[in-house]
């Protein structure tokens, strides 16, 4: 029963937070940095992707040019990302929704709706400051 309970736990909003980075003004997250929250390897969630690939047009989802990768890569202090042999694909708020689609594990359903929320509030976030810059002006 533990085990059942532990995959229940929901993650602090900071770990998502973190990883939500900004490419092409667009806010998106990394093919390893969900499947390592969905639980699955990020071969998986890769393949599960391209045998649906209908479902994620270039405003969905992308993969990242050589120049954007390495440029990700050296903002981290140490490298984790060892030797990867293919760009990594990142996915944007839609693309992250349309995952739901694919991968259905319980626990990709439950992190895949934290992610929205967060996606929710961010925006939210961003709209308060607006309006506060504005009412300042």
């Known amino acids: 029963m533990p085990e059942e309970r532990n995959n229940n736990l929901m993650l602090p ?9 900004l490419i092409r003004d667009q806010k998106v997250m990394i093919d390893r940095d969900l499947a390592e929250l969905y639980g699955v390897d990020t071969k998986v969630l890769k393949q599960q992707v391209k045998r649906n690939i209908e479902r994620f047009p270039g405003d969905f989802m992308f993969e990242l040019t050589k120049e954007e990768f390495d440029n990700l890569r050296s903002q981290f202090v140490t ?4 030797g990867a042999r293919y760009l990594p694909m990142v996915f944007t708020e839609q693309g992250v929704a349309m995952l739901s689609s694919v991968l259905r594990s319980q626990q990709a359903i439950r992190v895949n709706i934290q992610i929205m929320r967060i996606f929710t509030k961010i925006r939210k976030m961003l709209t308060d400051n607006l309006s506060l810059k504005l009412d300042v002006e």
């Open 13 to 21: 909003d900071e770990i998502i937070m973190n990883k939500i980075y």
């Open 79 to 82: 490298s984790s990302w060892g």
